[in-house]
């Protein structure tokens, strides 16, 4: 018996049946239809999407040809591309062992984002990517099972928030399997007020407005706005996000974020400095970089050999620290690295810290998909080595001026990711040490794909020239976009 079953087997079969005592049950509150989407074995087809869906995959310009060339590549980029559109409002958050497998399950759990409703009126439904433009649609979750080569969803009607359900068949004396629904209770969340009170016990508890002078803003995003600031002791310039703590859905989260960014700090980490608390604000200060992404410099310049290789050092030396501290940056690409007048790199963006001349076009999607390693769309054996591959993805911005599929839909270069691994490289007159670089950053299998401090060794980094060549470029590049 397969699915999810929303009713008690009561009928009379036998006069050996076995009486159930009753139930406490509430009024109902999760009325469902299925819909079965699976791969038809004969003609290699995918049976079962709902209209939306189809729609999405038209939009994405996933033909025909490719849903039945690849129909698991195409069901596995749906599947993560719908998580992302629902967690499109929410900040991102450093990620640990633990948060990497709870959003696993999530998206093993959650297929869409939005509820294909019962409509005996056959109204027009919208797609997921038409329901992100509608501000005032509320996507509902969709709880998703695996059955044999199918895949079956069950589409909330009214879904409680703090309830789910799952198939525990019982069996009793006359071996007659019964499939109650089990209710079980999603672990208890902090309150904002334990969020705030935890806080307060980390955080500076003087006023922020008496050491430092804000200046502009430079950034938003989920999480908060963006300011540069002055420190009127030292006069040093920092980057101060502002969060409004009654905004943040994992409020949870920052807490644990704060105490790993305060305990691991490193020259090629954009560094949190400190933080405050203001009213039901929350104000974290870090470091701040005058030259800006390194996503300008390659955009705007063709870089040497010479200044690649040195960014890619200054760029595994922070990943080999966190990795070896058990975290994984998730999101490496050029929009990440931040670069000093002097030509210094670091890496930022741990949810809090600043975010600096972002490209719209380039951060269409959470997760932004263009940099993402196949075992993250399939999610298999997914480990820190995710950002190896992001980093060779970054080396490709670097000697062409954007990564693959930037073109794409979102999620066709989900789909691509799924289907081709490892993507094509352009640039031909590239050293036979890049070659080599590129070729162990993008390998598919993950066991064979390199770690960061074999990359540290690996001879392309030995054509490294000095970081003050990086100063020429960062330069031109403000000039070309007008940000000096």
Sequence with gaps: MSGLLTKLISKKTSKKEVSLPPAEIGKPFSVKHNIHVGCNPSTGEIEGLPDPWL?????ANISKSEQTQNPTAVLQALKYYAHSIKKKPEAKYLGTTETVEQESEEIENVISAETIEKDDENKTQESPLEKKENKNLIPKEELIEKNDDK????NDIEKTSDKLETETPIKD???KTISPVIRRKQQKKMSEEEVIATLRTIVNSGDPHSKYDLLKNIGSGASGMVYTAIDKVTGEKVAIKKMDLSQQPKKELIITEILVMRENKHPNLVNYVDSYLVKNELWVIMEYLEGGALTDVVTE?????GQMAAICRETLKAMLFLHSKGIIHRDIKSDNVLLGMDGTVKITDFGFCAQISRDEKRDTMVGTPYWMAPEVVTRKQYGNKVDIWSLG???IEMTEGEPPYLTEAPLKALYLIATNGQPEIKRKNKSAELTSFLQRCLEVDVNKRA?????????FLQKAESLSTLVPFIKAAKKLL???
């Excluded at 729609?55 to 939009?59: A, T, V």
């Excluded at 310049?301 to 050999?305: D, H, I, K, Q």
């Excluded at 770690?451 to 001879?459: I, K, Q, R, S, V």
């Design 393 to 395: 993805i970054m080396v």
């Design 151 to 154: 895949l079956e969803i069950n």
């Design 451 to 459: 770690t960061a401090e074999e990359l540290l060794n690996h001879p």
């Design 482 to 484: 007008n940000k000096q």
């Design 301 to 305: 310049t063709v870089m040497g050999e």
């Design 55 to 59: 729609r999405l995959l038209q939009q």
């Design 173 to 175: 004396n006359d071996e």
